[in-house]
């Protein structure tokens, strides 16, 4: 199991509770697990449902979601509901390279989102058209 050197000074996390969503089993543990050796206590989700069970308003001082893992939409609609219940939970987003994390919501995901609708409905026309 990889563990990665320790960092000089206290860790910015250290002590600190996350809820981490990843649908992917390995990823998500080896995520923990390095959180976890920095002195964080992680709780993890492999789904959105699951995520809105654990979450509860002042409970998280960071949620850490990989956006890639799920649709567009659905991680939106999950970040814009727990920040309406709680403005002050902080968010951190996996990304991807090659910025790997995002504190703010990734336009990018929007913007694919939207490519993809427009790429379905030319195809539906295109169809419809033969």
Same mark, same amino acid.
């Given at each position: 199991?990889?563990?990665?050197?320790?960092?000089?000074?206290?860790?910015?996390?250290?002590?600190?509770? &996350?809820?981490?969503?990843?649908?992917?089993?390995?990823? +998500?543990?080896?995520?923990?697990? &390095?959180? @976890?050796?920095?002195? &964080?206590?992680?709780?993890?989700?492999?789904?959105?449902?699951? *995520?809105?069970?654990?979450? @509860?308003?002042?409970?998280?001082?960071?949620?850490?979601?990989?956006? +890639?893992?799920?649709?567009?939409?659905? *991680?939106?609609?999950?970040?814009?509901?727990?920040?309406? *219940?709680?403005?002050? @939970? +902080?968010?951190?987003?996996?990304?991807?390279?090659?910025?790997?994390?995002?504190?703010?919501?990734?336009?990018?995901?929007?913007?694919?989102?939207?490519?993809? +609708? @427009?790429?379905?409905?030319?195809?539906?026309?295109?169809?419809? *058209?033969?």
């Amino acid at each position: 199991m990889y563990f990665p050197p320790p960092l000089r000074g206290r860790p910015v996390l250290d002590g600190k509770k &996350v809820l981490l969503i990843d649908r992917c089993q390995p990823t +998500r543990e080896v995520r923990a697990s &390095v959180l @976890q050796s920095h002195n &964080v206590e992680v709780h993890s989700a492999e789904d959105l449902s699951t *995520a809105r069970l654990l979450w @509860q308003s002042n409970t998280y001082d960071l949620i850490l979601l990989d956006v +890639r893992r799920y649709l567009p939409g659905d *991680a939106l609609e999950f970040y814009e509901q727990t920040k309406g *219940a709680s403005p002050r @939970q +902080r968010f951190a987003f996996l990304v991807g390279p090659p910025v790997y994390l995002s504190i703010t919501w990734p336009e990018q995901i929007i913007d694919s989102e939207r490519g993809a +609708r @427009q790429w379905a409905e030319t195809m539906k026309r295109l169809a419809a *058209a033969a």
